[in-house]
């Protein structure tokens, strides 16, 4: 796996588009931010963090099929999850009082969600709180 | 309307008003508190301290300032929802919780192997224990890096900061130092085999205390106990005191 910064450390998942694997993302999330050194707090909001991502991605009925794609990248202090989704139906774009919507914004310090078109892509970075 | 209901509680503060619009989100901040659900924490509980949350933020709500009430409230009622786990300490609550659960998991795996002439699977040891997989899964996990963590590395307590490791051989490779160390030898021979045994895997073989555990069929919990003691009670001989009287 080739990264444009030296510094970043990368950990890529790509999981079945069902609520059953969102674990594994959490699971990933949590590994990874223990790793950094991260606090009970902090670990504690990204397991939240973690499964919304790919609640946006995944939609909430659980009918879709396909993937997701989930990029970790640990910069220093900061853990970044770049989720991309490959699902059919691609999951609906939220309304900006979407409950994932806002527990990302609330939880997270840098939010993209990006759902028009064909693409279906969330970002989320978390940062070592002092 | 919920946006004239709450342009007209900013005007008149009339609780009438407010009990409507807290009705109006009341789905919102339960929902909320759903997802920010944790683990054997009662949802009703949960669901009260979002209500709450709900009743502060329509109260401090500006309708004047163009943000909409959910994108306004959200972070209140999660910030509730944090300090409500924070309160009940979970930060330290959830580890140890988890770290009966690896003991839990240790002696129900073992009965279980029996029982069902294999290993059990992460699904039936949750069940057992009355868990989540996920938990089981962090449990373990967690089970594993503690006690790999808790040996060399652990403090003696003594204010200088000097570790087990520096304790046990003074040098960089502690492994390498020991196998050439003649009187680190002697003192573990005054051991008990089985203490002996556990002290060199550990150190000599570099194993984990769970992959002991295993190999001598103890739990992972004992292992640990015996490494500390007999660790103890080298330094003791060490210094050329009696193993058995308490002189720290």
């Keep these: ?130 | 309307m919920v946006e004239s209901q709450l342009m007209l509680y900013a005007r008149t503060r009339d609780p009438a008003v407010r009990d409507e619009i807290v009705r109006e989100y009341l789905g919102f901040a339960h929902g909320l508190s759903h997802r920010y659900a944790r683990r054997g924490e009662p949802v009703e509980d949960l669901e009260q301290v979002a209500a709450m949350a709900l009743v502060k933020a329509v109260d401090r709500f500006d309708p004047e300032r163009g943000v909409k009430f959910t994108t306004f409230a959200a972070p209140t009622i999660i910030g509730e929802l944090k300090r409500h786990f924070r309160d009940k300490g979970w930060a330290v609550q959830v580890p140890r919780r988890l770290q009966e659960l690896y003991l839990e998991l240790g002696k129900t795996a073992g009965r279980l192997s029996q029982e069902l002439g294999r290993s059990p699977t992460v699904a039936e040891l949750a069940d057992v224990v009355s868990a989540s997989e996920e938990d089981v899964l962090e449990a373990m996990e967690l089970g594993h890096t503690a006690y790999q963590g808790a040996s060399l590395n652990q403090p003696t307590g003594d204010a200088d900061g000097t570790t087990i490791a520096d304790r046990l051989v003074a040098g960089d490779n502690p492994v390498e130092e020991a196998s050439t160390n003649a009187s680190l030898r002697s003192l573990l021979n005054r051991l008990p085999e089985r203490e002996r045994t556990i002290l060199y895997l550990r150190y000599f073989e570099d194993m984990t205390q769970s992959d002991i555990a295993d190999r001598v069929g103890l739990s992972q919990m004992h292992v640990s106990r015996l490494i500390r003691q007999s660790l103890t009670e080298m330094r003791r001989a060490a210094r050329g005191g009696d193993p058995d009287s308490d002189d720290e």
């Excluded at chain 1, 969102?22 to 991260?38: K, N």
Aim: with cysteine.
């Design chain 1, 1 to 130: 796996m080739e990264d444009m910064t030296p510094d970043t450390d990368r950990v890529e998942l790509v999981i079945p588009a069902s609520a059953e694997y969102v674990v594994l993302a959490r699971l990933t999330a949590t590994g990874i931010a223990s790793r950094i050194g991260m606090s009970y707090d902090d670990i504690e909001d990204l397991r939240v963090i973690a499964a919304e991502v790919c609640r946006l991605l995944i939609g909430d009925d659980n009918h879709a099929t396909g993937t997701v794609a989930i990029a970790y990248s640990v910069n220093g202090t900061s853990l970044q999850i770049e989720a991309v989704g490959h699902t059919s139906p691609p999951a609906p774009e939220p309304a900006d009082d979407d409950l994932s919507v806002l527990l990302l914004s609330a939880l997270a310090e840098e939010l993209d969600v990006v759902m028009h078109n064909g693409e279906r892509r969330v970002r989320v970075v978390k940062r070592l709180s002092s």
